[in-house]
């Protein structure tokens, strides 16, 4: 699985921002497609996360704020829709693609290139 994400910059805090994110290759059925970020010297954390049956699931600090979807061939294409962004949600965006074969099969972990967003005050 490739992944290919696109949206960085810079943006104003309280404005709105869009990341976009494809996968192509091969893909698995059963999959979740997510955002994670890693802000300047802080752990990677988990921003959303979105089924290919459209379950979602927001970190606390940008639910009400940001919006996940899915869209494309095969929903393969997932969007971070930012609104509101706070100068905190500066990082380096990463898209996540978590696969697997079957439901008794181990899931698979690919990511993207990384993608930065800076929000200005």
């Known amino acids: 699985v490739q992944l290919q994400a696109s949206g960085g910059g810079l943006v104003q805090a309280g404005g709105f921002w869009r990341l976009s994110c494809a996968a192509s290759g091969s893909i698995f059925s059963s999959n979740v497609m997510g955002w994670y970020r890693q802000a300047p010297g802080k752990q990677r954390e988990l921003v959303a996360t979105?089924?290919?049956?459209?379950?979602?699931?927001y970190v606390d600090s940008v639910k009400g704020r940001f919006t996940i979807s899915r869209d494309g061939a095969a929903k393969n294409t997932v969007y971070l829709q930012m609104n509101s962004p706070k100068p905190e949600d500066t990082g380096v965006y990463y898209c996540n693609y978590r696969g697997r074969v079957g439901i008794s099969s181990s899931w698979s972990d690919y990511w993207g290139q990384g993608t930065l967003v800076t929000v200005s005050s």
């Open positions: 979105i089924s290919r049956g459209g379950t979602t699931n």
